[in-house]
């Protein structure tokens, strides 16, 4: 699974919708905090997302500058109606220090019609540890330029120290930023970019990060570059 995002920065191309890139199919039914972004309720999910209250999901901000009018709660496709919830978005609210141009500080808070009636994750503002083992979750593109997964999938990503990324990425990645992957064929890719990055802390799943951005997408050395959650306390 590989984290591919849809942006350009500078003369580098960044990703900054992932995509899901040599993982697996998701568990049906367990992880039902996760969440599509949609124009249209039975539309396809363009980026992903977390339900962390009753009426709040947590996404990118460079997710939300066109057109997010419903969100998926709880639904194993990629699109339709047959399964989970879908929800009509009442406001988009970006973080005030987002930079469109480095990602700095990608969050933003979709502010729900109604509440879900599925369990939010927890979300866990603790400084992860590199070498911590992760989860990344979407439905983006399963190859390199192939096309959405049309379920949701998942794959493991450990953390990478900061300063071992910043010598892969060309110094782009901000305290505000964590890095994860870097193995070839795995990694979050194009269609995933807002969703969740969880660990296991304290004995249950906890949300550490979301889906950001990153150069290619599942290549080796090529870690994908998530928001990091303990940053933005203050915001969320």
């Known amino acids: 699974m590989k984290v591919a995002f849809a942006f350009s920065v500078l003369v580098t191309s960044v990703t900054a919708q992932l995509r899901i890139v040599g993982g697996k199919e998701a568990a049906v039914g367990k992880h039902l905090y996760v969440t599509g972004l949609r124009s249209s309720a039975s539309g396809i999910t363009t980026c992903g997302g977390s339900l962390i209250a009753p009426n ?14 419903y969100v998926a709660i709880g639904s194993h496709n990629n699109s339709g109606t047959m399964d989970g919830e879908q929800i009509k978005v009442k406001q988009a609210i970006k973080h005030p220090k ?8 990608d969050f933003a808070a979709l502010i729900l019609e109604r509440d ?4 939010a994750v927890e979300v866990s ?38 300063e071992q990324c910043n010598k892969w990425m060309s110094n782009r990645v901000e305290t505000n930023m964590l890095c994860c992957g870097g193995k070839e064929g795995e990694d979050s890719c194009q269609g995933d970019s807002g969703g969740p990055l969880t660990a296991e802390i304290g004995g249950s799943e906890k949300l550490v990060g979301v889906v950001s951005w990153g150069l290619k997408c599942a290549e080796k050395n090529k870690p994908g570059v998530y928001s990091r959650i303990s940053k933005a306390r203050d915001f969320i």
Do not use: I
């Open 125 to 162: 503002f603790d400084t992860v540890a590199a070498g911590t083992p992760t989860v990344v979750r979407g439905w983006g593109s399963t190859s390199p330029g192939g096309s959405m997964s049309k379920v949701l999938k998942e794959v493991r990503v450990d953390m990478v120290n900061q």
């Open 56 to 69: 709040v999901v947590l996404t990118a901000a460079h997710c939300v500058k066109g057109s997010v009018n």
């Open 116 to 119: 879900s009636t599925y369990p």
């Open 98 to 105: 987002y930079n469109g141009v480095t990602y700095s500080n």
